[in-house]
């Protein structure tokens, strides 16, 4: 870890240096030329709109982990660093990155964008946890994740939790069997979310209706079924 903060920090002048030279050319090529900086902002909006990125979307940064790597060249080795990110929006919609760079904030930055470009949808149930029991597994990771009462919390740990904090989930509980790999974590994670459906998705693909699903539960009766259909169509 000592080796790392070293090497962070020796890299940090130089591109001090490199973002002050960038910062004066930017600001002498905006006083020159005041309609590229109205082109550049048009044409982000357009490629926010075209990725369907809402314009004033607030999403939910989590650095997951960051480790140093090497490639040995013919000069010696050439260190670097690989982000993994989670990126969700709190509202059901979540994702995950990763990147590499010879500095640690591109090395985020990078994993930031693949995080946000591979955002998927996961049904929740009342907006606080899932609708049902899910397991999911990638490689020698195995997880499981169970819906849970409110009140609960997010019961899991390391990636997990990023995960499920970026996600929206607020009851949930969660066990990792096998590896404590970060990068297996997330995708047996992100395969257990993915197999989350909801009732009124089965009621279309039965032809029937959300109220009957809902009914069958034990502990939930005819007008509670009902209830539970109207807010979830």
Do not use: C, W
């Amino acid at each position: 870890m000592s080796d790392e903060i070293e090497v962070a920090g020796a890299a940090a002048p130089e591109a001090e240096g490199r973002g002050r030279g960038r910062g004066r050319g930017g600001e002498r090529g905006r006083g020159g030329n005041r309609g590229g900086g109205e082109r550049g902002e048009r044409g982000q909006r357009r490629g926010r709109e075209a990725s369907g990125e809402p314009a004033g979307e607030e999403l939910i940064e989590k650095l997951v982990h960051i480790n140093r790597v090497s490639k040995t060249v013919k000069g010696g080795k050439r260190f670097g660093f690989a982000a993994l990110v989670v990126v969700g929006d709190g509202k059901g919609r979540v994702g995950f990155g990763h990147g590499k760079a010879r500095e640690v904030p591109e090395a985020i930055a990078k994993a930031t964008a693949a995080a946000k470009k591979a955002m998927v949808r996961v049904p929740l149930r009342d907006g606080r946890t899932l609708h049902h029991d899910g397991y999911g597994h990638f490689g020698a990771g195995k997880v499981y994740v169970r819906s849970a009462t409110q009140g609960t919390g997010i019961i899991a740990g390391g990636p997990m939790r990023a995960v499920f904090e970026s996600l929206g989930v607020a009851d949930v509980v969660t066990k990792s069997v096998g590896t404590n790999n970060p990068y297996n974590m997330i995708r047996a994670t992100f395969a257990a979310l993915t197999g989350q459906v909801s009732p009124k998705s089965v009621a279309q693909r039965r032809g029937k209706k959300v109220a009957d699903l809902l009914a069958r539960r034990g502990d939930v009766s005819a007008k509670a079924a009902e209830a539970d259909a109207e807010a979830v169509a």
